[in-house]
């Protein structure tokens, strides 16, 4: 395998969380189970293999490696992927990738989806992917996972596994679904993005920013211009239900060192020791 990025890597409830993100520079998930990429700021060759795309939205940290993921799959002959991203992004991205094309003389053979908030992708028959609204300088949209569940209706509970099957052969409906949040990723956003789409403080594995964490950097400026701040994390503490959150895309301003002395300060206890700083 070729290492020619730089890659983290954490599991949690038989997830395997890939990847690597930091403000203005690349930003690149993988969570290999469910077989899903989240942006393309950085294209890590292990990642290629991965068919399913979605992006957050169109800054380049996040979108910028999208010709080499392309044209990687296209060069290995492997099926053309299906990138899923903001819906006002779509024709600007396509023709991106084709002056890419004029470039290198090659094929970017690939599907491009354009998603509004609300939307819903199947990306197996145990997992749904629902867009979510987010608030940042563009057009943005976090994703969280879904695992589809079925249990027998109350009605039907208690029965006799023969009476159970007779109605099924008979046509009746006797399981209902439920939806179990697994996973959410919110890309950039200020606070609005997770205060209005409370499914981010429940789902199991949430990986959100965190840009800034120095108590010295204005909060009003941080977010105006789409980010979050430590302070933003404290004064929402006792709404985190998750039991793994990955603060993830801090400002190159900070070296590791930094951001750990920081964060303590800010936010000593990392939310009950659930949060996971990814340096």
Not at 87 to 98: I, K
Not at 143 to 172: C, N, S, Y
Request: include cysteine; glycine fraction near 6%; hydrophobic fraction near 35%.
């Amino acid at each position: 395998m070729v290492e020619n990025l730089p890659v983290l890597s954490h599991v949690h409830n038989g997830l395997t969380i890939e990847g690597y993100s930091r403000a203005a520079v690349q930003t690149y998930w993988r969570v290999n189970e469910l077989k899903v990429l989240f942006d393309c700021g950085g294209q890590p060759w292990d990642f290629m293999g991965t068919p399913t795309m979605f992006i957050s939205h169109a800054h380049l940290d996040h979108i910028a490696a999208l010709p080499a993921y392309v044209s990687r799959r296209r060069m290995m002959k492997m099926d053309p992927p299906v990138i899923y991203l903001p819906d006002s992004a779509v024709d600007t991205t396509w023709d991106m990738l084709q002056l890419f094309r004029r470039l290198d003389r090659g094929a970017m053979p690939c599907e491009l989806i354009g998603l509004l908030p609300g939307d819903e992708t199947s990306i197996s028959r145990e997992y749904i992917v629902t867009a979510l609204e987010t608030r940042h300088t563009i057009d943005s949209l976090g994703f969280v996972i879904h695992q589809r569940r079925h249990k027998l209706k109350p009605e039907f509970q208690g029965l006799e596994g023969d009476k159970i099957r007779d109605l099924k052969l008979a046509g009746t409906e006797i399981t209902e679904e439920t939806r179990v949040p697994v996973f959410a990723y919110t890309g950039d956003t200020s606070p609005p993005g997770l205060d209005n789409n409370p499914v981010f403080y429940e789902a199991k594995t949430l990986i959100s920013e965190l840009t800034f964490v120095a108590p010295e950097h204005r909060k009003e400026k941080i977010h105006k211009h789409g980010h979050m701040h430590i302070d933003d994390y404290r004064q929402r503490a006792d709404r985190f239900q998750n039991e793994l959150i990955i603060a993830s895309h801090l400002s190159t301003r900070y070296n590791d060192a930094q951001v750990k002395r920081l964060a303590n300060k800010g936010l000593p206890d990392a939310l009950g020791g659930r949060m996971k700083l990814w340096l």
